[in-house]
């Protein structure tokens, strides 16, 4: 990807035109199956917009899908950061967490989990079409996009690691294994969000409560794993 597509400025993002054509592509593209699908003419009309003003903000429906993509990581990675980092200072560790099976805080975990998954569903609601949207591309026809919400996944993965190790979740489980599951997880949390907005409000509980079980059984197994060297019986 070239260097002129990833660099956006504050006043281009704020532009009123690009964020009408987003939102029109937002809501024209989450009943399609890509944004490659959308017409330029047809996405100009939906804005409101003459369908030369589309040049003016972007070089080619990649260009608007990566607008697209960029506004989910930059409204999402940080203050999902934030709430893992203060939900885990607000429930310290217990004096006897080392003594707790396989040296693991279980409650502490748990809680930290509830929070950051439930940030995110709720993240998931606000901003339907997005992720409907985004997870289609993650397999759809535009390797720019794909890349794209890999590089996503990837980061919001390196960061739930990364504040495991600082947090000391898992003091027992390797930083390397950590960071694979943690990679897993960012994915599985992105395919769920399919799932919890398929389902009525009522019933999204479901989905949240099956991923915190998710996480807390795939960090707990490599924990169990460590703890009676089965990786070295492998």
Not at 43 to 61: C, I, K, M, Q
Not at 142 to 157: I, Q, Y
Not at 169 to 198: C, H, K, M, N
Request: aromatic share 6%; proline share 6%.
């Amino acid at each position: 990807m070239s260097d002129e597509r990833e660099a956006v400025t504050p006043r281009q993002v704020e532009a009123p035109g690009k964020r009408l054509l987003i939102d029109a592509a937002l809501r024209l593209a989450s009943s399609r199956r890509s944004l490659s699908s959308l017409g330029l003419r047809e996405l100009a009309r939906e804005a409101g917009l003459n369908p030369n003003t589309f040049y003016r903000h972007f070089s080619d429906v990649d260009d608007l899908g990566l607008a697209i993509i960029r506004d989910i990581a930059t409204q999402l990675r940080q203050p999902l950061r934030d709430l893992r980092r203060e939900a885990a200072a607000r429930v310290p560790p217990r004096a006897a967490a080392a003594a707790a099976p396989f040296g693991i805080d279980f409650e502490r975990g748990r809680r930290v989990c509830a929070e950051t998954v439930g940030l995110f569903f709720d993240f998931v609601a606000g901003h339907p079409e997005a992720f409907i949207i985004g997870v289609r591309e993650l397999h759809g026809p535009s390797p720019v996009l794909r890349e794209a919400l890999g590089r996503v996944m990837d980061d919001f993965g390196a960061d739930m690691a990364d504040d495991i190790v600082a947090f000391h979740l898992l003091p027992a489980v390797p930083e390397a294994e950590v960071r694979q599951l943690s990679w897993l997880i960012s994915r599985q949390l992105f395919q769920l969000s399919l799932d919890y907005l398929a389902l009525p409000p009522e019933r999204r509980d479901q989905v949240c409560a099956l991923a915190e079980r998710q996480i807390l059984l795939l960090f707990s197994g490599a924990a169990v794993v460590q703890a009676l060297g089965l990786e070295k019986q492998a």
